[in-house]
């Protein structure tokens, strides 16, 4: 009987043989991959933001002007490390802390610009605060503030320091100059954002007051209110 012997025939190099133990660690490695990948989506989904938002509120009108005078209140002037969008919170002399989840809802500048004209506008005889656009005609006097410090501290102690000029219109004359300190103590940061920006709040509201006074006390012509357009 014969026998045909087939001679042995090594596995094609396009069709590689996977050891048991090679598809073994293959069979772990892609299922490995693939839990990854499911947990790696979870990843992507958005975190809840914790943030909040905070303007400077003026102090509360007892009545509206109801005197003639127009006064032009230009661009507040803020120090470098108020541009930052987080609250400052004070921790030395030489040192302040940002707290990241407690943002102003606007710029600092245009906050304490708009703030400060609503609260001369209430302590002041006037029915007019203009704000940085205004002809030399429309106002009698024109007030320019320069802040230097602005912030709370670790314990809710507001300051306020600032220098201010008032000119005459068309800023030809320095009708006054001086600088302000203020400073209240108020709730501590740690107890949340809203304590501190009620006492910077009301600093500002000081500020108002002094260049009030000194508004008062300075010769002014009274220029009629333009008539509306």
Not at 23 to 28: A, K, Q, Y
Not at 102 to 124: I, K, M, Y
Not at 142 to 148: G, L, N, R, S
Not at 164 to 189: C, H, N, T, Y
Request: hydrophobic residues 40%; glycine residues 8%.
């Amino acid at each position: 009987m014969n026998t045909t012997h087939k001679p042995d025939v090594p596995d094609s190099p396009s069709c590689p043989t996977i050891r048991p133990r090679a598809r073994t660690l293959l069979t772990m490695l892609c299922s490995t991959m693939i839990s990854v990948g499911l947990t790696g989506c979870g990843f992507l989904k958005p975190a809840k933001s914790t943030a909040r938002y905070y303007v400077l509120t003026p102090i509360a009108a007892t009545q509206g002007g109801t005197g003639s005078l127009a006064v032009g209140l230009g661009q507040v002037k803020l120090p470098a490390y108020l541009f930052n969008t987080s609250l400052a919170v004070r921790k030395g002399t030489n040192e302040v802390e940002y707290l990241n989840s407690s943002l102003w809802a606007e710029r600092l500048h245009a906050g304490f610009q708009r703030v400060l004209a609503a609260d001369l506008a209430t302590v002041l005889p006037t029915e007019q605060v203009r704000l940085s656009a205004w002809q030399s005609d429309d106002v009698a006097a024109e007030v320019y503030v320069t802040i230097e410090q602005f912030d709370v501290d670790a314990s809710g102690r507001g300051v306020l320091v600032a220098q201010w000029r008032i000119l005459s219109p068309g800023g030809e004359k320095v009708l006054k100059a001086g600088g302000s300190r203020f400073s209240s103590q108020g709730p501590a940061p740690d107890a949340g954002a809203s304590g501190p920006v009620a006492t910077l709040s009301g600093l500002v509201a000081d500020l108002s007051r002094q260049l009030a006074q000194a508004l008062k006390e300075t010769p002014l012509p009274t220029r009629a209110s333009p008539s509306p357009p």
